[in-house]
């Protein structure tokens, strides 16, 4: 097969679809990237077994064939490629099966080793039983908010995904590691008759969010039967099992006696929990706070160094002091895009809840962070 493309939007494609093989393969299938060509539609295709990956960009062709070429080299060499008008071209070697994969540009000519088998293929999912779509930008930001406080922990697989809670006319995300949580709530009409939940794994939406424009919309569908879900958005299909396992009751756990609440600012605030957590000799923050003001400190008995921070607030009760860990909270102040947050308290032993301080669509965003024990 030969084909004519720019190596731009190649290496662009070939970025995103390598995105799903695993990061350490021990099967062949799942080193490489699928290649189809159709006239002047070039398709690539990458999996990892569970998680399948499809783009297609326009070249120009009158040719039709297909070559699987180890991914990561593939995409290396692009990478390191200067952007310029390309010829790609396979031929056959002696060994059955085996090609030579070129690519010949104004400056010079490259030869690696690929193979005419297919691969893996294409999933064929059934009938989906739920439909919706939503805003790129609006995916994008309900994956950022709530990546990050999903769990590593194989051991808890539930928690290494995050939660779709799917109404008739809003839309939820849930994520959580046991230690801190996260929920938002997106008003969209989903045209679901009853509510579903389903667990879409955290690398799942870390794909999607990588390989989204924020312009394009995106179409969702899910099969319960086979617990499948489907993101399309432009020439890209990302296709992945989700986790079939109970979600923990995330509800019971948030607090709703949590009636002393401090606002603050919040770029002032996380400044100032970076700066103090570096004199930390277990990596937390003290947080005294009064009505005025809130005091940040930090110390190291070790090695004789501390830190202490005053920053002006509004709070609602006489005093409090209570400890978290300095990670959870800088996470949390770094997702949350207001110009103030809320923080609202109940025991230095009960959870934190953190919220943007807006009149509008204040609980559309809620952030849940355990406090630390703290030596007094």
Known sequence: ???????????????????????KATDLRFESITMTLEKKSLSLFATDGDTSFTTTIAVESGDKGSVALNAK???????????????????KKDSEGEVSFSIKTDRGSYKIAGSLAKGEKEEKLGAFDVEFAIEGSELKRIAETTLFAAST?????????????????????????????????????????????VIVPARVLSIV???LQNDEEVKIAINVKDAKIQFVFGETKVVSGLIAENYPNYEAVIPLENDKKMIINRSNMLGAVKRVARFSSRGDVR????????????????????AEETLPCEFNADGLLIGFNAKFIDD?????DSEEVE?????????????RHSDEKKDNLLMLVMPVRINV
Request: avoid cysteine.
């Open 287 to 306: 947080l005294q706070i009064e009505k005025k003001e809130i005091r940040v400190s930090a110390e190291n008995a070790d090695e004789g160094s501390s």
């Open 153 to 197: 922990d194989s051991m808890r697989p539930a928690m290494m995904g995050i939660l779709l809670e799917i109404h008739p006319k809003e839309l939820r995300a849930v994520s959580t590691d046991g230690h801190r949580l996260v929920r938002v709530i997106k008003d969209l009409d989903t045209k679901t008759k009853e509510k579903l939940k």
């Open 73 to 91: 080299r593939f995409q290396d060499i692009l990478r390191n490629m200067y952007d310029a008008v390309a010829e790609f071209k396979t031929e």
């Open 1 to 23: 097969m030969k084909f004519t493309t720019s190596i731009k939007p190649l290496s662009e494609a070939v970025s995103n679809a390598v995105l799903a093989l695993p990061p």
């Open 332 to 336: 949390a102040l770094s997702h949350i």
């Open 209 to 211: 969010q990588r390989a």
């Open 343 to 355: 923080f609202e308290f109940s025991t230095p032993t009960r959870a934190a809840i953190l919220r």
